[in-house]
């Protein structure tokens, strides 16, 4: 009888193992040598998620040559963009309207290739003040910075903020919805350097939160 139900527990346990379904791939491209949206999201991979984080090797700062990198990563990793895999693509507008042309082929390259645009105007830094507070004020990015020290003093660049500010993400996600609507109703497109401020970081974050 224990002969049995050994046996059992052991076809059980391969049955397992047989339909155990594989990580999905999670790739990820960002701007330059700024190490800011690598340290945050690297913190969404504990190992024990249902994907893989992967980050796109290059500093290019130009969202078309973001784009055309993440391309050619995606071509050389083999991933197939149809299955449960994603690929982002994620850069700041900064404040200059000449970024907009580039911004949009960028945006129009990323869709043909099934490539996910996450903006920012002007940085990421906005993310991270809407954890704390919502405006509409038109900011360049030392101003952001400048506005979120007065919730977090100890801001850096490059610093691991995500830990501090993980129970308040579904504040700054209704925030940066709340944020992405009244650009739309003021018939501003987003993306673009005048829908200031804005994020588009809630949406891989819900993605990824989702995901499991």
């Not at 796109?56 to 990563?73: F, H, R, Y």
């Not at 083999?78 to 960028?106: G, H, M, S, W």
């Not at 100890?154 to 504040?171: A, G, S, T």
Request: net charge positive; glycine share 2%; aromatic share 8%.
């Amino acid at each position: 009888m224990g002969r049995r139900v050994e046996q059992n527990r052991k076809i059980s346990n391969d049955r397992v193992r047989k339909i155990r379904k594989p990580k999905s791939k999670i790739l990820i491209a960002t701007e330059g040598k700024n190490k800011t949206e690598k340290t945050y999201f690297s913190n969404f991979e504990d190992g024990k998620k249902s994907y893989n984080i992967t980050f796109a090797k290059g500093n290019n700062t130009d969202p078309l040559k973001l784009v055309k990198m993440l391309i050619k990563e995606i071509d050389k990793l083999k991933l197939d963009l149809q299955d449960d895999n994603a690929a982002y693509c994620i850069f700041d507008t900064d404040v200059d309207p000449i970024k907009n042309k580039i911004i949009e082929e960028a945006i129009q390259l990323a869709k043909k290739n099934n490539i996910k645009i996450i903006t920012s105007s002007p940085c990421m830094e906005l993310w991270f003040l809407l954890h704390y507070d919502y405006t509409t004020a038109n900011m360049d990015s030392e101003e952001v910075i400048k506005r979120l020290k007065k919730y977090y003093p100890k801001y850096e660049k490059n610093m691991n903020i995500y830990p501090d500010v993980i129970e308040r993400i579904d504040l700054a996600i209704d925030h940066a919805k709340k944020l992405e609507k009244y650009q739309i109703d003021n018939k501003r497109r987003i993306g673009t350097v005048e829908a200031n401020p804005n994020t588009e970081v809630y949406k891989i974050v819900e993605d990824l939160m989702k995901k499991g």
